[in-house]
């Protein structure tokens, strides 16, 4: 039973070492790279938007061509 408690907090304490351990091997981007790393988020948030509004775009027609325009 007591190893079976030891096995149930071990868990976290290992997951929480992991943590700190790479929380205290990362740094900071610096300015350039930050820019590039905000660059590429934005073309993907613009490219999933234009996809979204293109299938929107298609559908509503389908939609009422399917539906009869009920």
Do not use: C, T, W
């Not at 993907?44 to 539906?67: C, D, E, T």
């Amino acid at each position: 039973m007591s190893d079976q408690i030891q096995e149930i907090i071990e868990v976290p304490k290992e997951f929480l070492r992991d943590g700190l351990q790479f929380i205290s091997k990362s740094q900071k981007p610096d300015r350039r790279e930050f820019i590039k790393i905000s660059q590429a988020v934005g073309v993907g948030f613009l490219i999933m938007g234009a996809v979204g509004y293109v299938v929107k775009l298609i559908h509503i027609p389908l939609n009422n061509i399917l539906m009869g325009g009920a």
